[in-house]
């Protein structure tokens, strides 16, 4: 079955409006994003701090949420993985206090890691815990190998390889991602006995989680990774105005430049406009769109391409026209499977993914419309500027 048979729909004929209500669009959202003072950049772009946290059971996401919300940290990021026992926090940078700004950058930049993390870190332990925190015991789930062996050379005295012994104790710990639920599972560690057991349990306690990982995101490191995302995008822009100047003609490939840019500006301005963060998922949604739009583009292209050898006395409107309505059947179907999947991903596919979901909800319309109505009329307008030389 073939959708929109022989249609003969004048794409070109209001392309001047179509170009000037793009560029009101680009405008407003150039505007939105200068009086905003920017994109409002995620962690990844803005410097933060993110912790990775293997807790025994899974937590109530909703109590952990309200409660890094009361900590007053900026924005925070939450997700879980696997089982939901995995949770991945990330917090937006704090910014230095008066009396930090006189240290060194490495310094303060150490200070702001441990004031998230541990104000994070201790959000979630329970009143037993802090209690024994309080009392001088140390969380044997959330301590390295070198405290563990300095207690037993202090405290143990018939722990003849303490060194060994604290190896295992970590070895084991990591074998069940990272938790030891009861003490009663070091027993089967060699070497293990009464009296070390004892004073394992005279100096720790097992907490409820496990902190897997703790990093930093500095600002020069944020300012990096956006330095990073620019060129990406340009990189890909460049390669793409090589690729279709080869295919086709320069004219082309400015034209399919302009609507690439066109559909990135608008997605990022609605974007802006929604509040979102701006993190590096969403320039791989970019990048993703760009492709898409670019795959809609060349298609029309290819058809203009062939219909000009048929039609050679015809205008080049006529000819753009003709190529939209026979590609129009295949690019309402690919634009209506895509936003089916996008929408599925947007409305079930949970908060870690929204954002992307959204880009590319956005970018898929956007990218549509400007195949059509972008750049067509561009190329048009561009061919009017400059006849192309006809070969004899």
Not at 286 to 315: A, H, P, Q, W
Request: hydrophobic share 45%; glycine share 8%.
């Amino acid at each position: 079955m073939r959708l929109f048979r022989d249609t003969n729909i004048d794409f070109l004929g209001k392309r001047y409006i179509f170009l000037g209500l793009s560029g009101l669009l680009i405008l407003i959202g150039i505007t939105f994003i200068i009086m905003k003072g920017g994109l409002n950049y995620g962690i990844d772009f803005a410097g933060g701090t993110m912790i990775r946290i293997i807790f025994q059971t899974p937590p109530a996401v909703d109590t952990i949420r309200n409660g890094l919300e009361k900590l007053n940290l900026g924005d925070t990021e939450l997700q879980t993985f696997g089982d939901q026992r995995e949770v991945l926090i990330r917090v937006e940078r704090i910014t230095p206090r008066e009396e930090e700004k006189s240290t060194t950058p490495g310094q303060s930049e150490k200070t702001l890691e441990e004031i998230a993390s541990e104000t994070v870190i201790n959000s979630f332990r329970s009143s037993t815990e802090q209690e024994a925190l309080n009392n001088g015991l140390i969380d044997l789930n959330n301590t390295g190998k070198e405290v563990i062996r300095q207690v037993l050379e202090e405290k143990s005295a018939s722990s003849s390889a303490p060194e060994e012994i604290a190896r295992q104790i970590v070895e084991l710990r990591d074998e069940n991602r990272g938790l030891l639920s009861g003490f009663e599972q070091l027993s089967s560690i060699p070497g293990m006995s009464q009296e070390i057991m004892n004073t394992l349990k005279g100096n720790f306690f097992l907490g409820s989680f496990h902190v897997a990982q703790v990093e930093m995101v500095g600002p020069k490191v944020g300012a990096d990774l956006r330095r990073k995302a620019m060129a990406a995008i340009t990189l890909a822009l460049v390669g793409i105005l090589l690729y279709i100047t080869i295919r086709f003609q320069f004219r082309y490939a400015i034209a399919a430049i302009v609507a690439l840019v066109h559909d990135v500006t608008i997605t990022t301005s609605l974007f802006a406009m929604s509040g979102r963060e701006f993190n590096l998922p969403i320039v791989a949604a970019l990048l993703t769109i760009v492709g898409y739009s670019l795959n809609d583009t060349i298609v029309v292209f290819d058809r203009v391409r062939d219909n000009m050898k048929f039609m050679r006395r015809e205008s080049l409107e006529k000819v753009i026209n003709k190529s939209i309505n026979q590609t129009l059947g295949r690019t309402i179907l690919t634009s209506t499977t895509t936003l089916i999947v996008v929408l599925c991903l947007y409305f079930l596919g949970g908060a870690v993914i929204n954002s992307f979901a959204y880009v590319m909800l956005v970018g898929v319309i956007v990218g549509t419309y400007s195949s059509m109505y972008i750049a067509s009329p561009v190329l048009v307008v561009w061919h009017q500027i400059s006849p192309a030389k006809r070969k004899r």
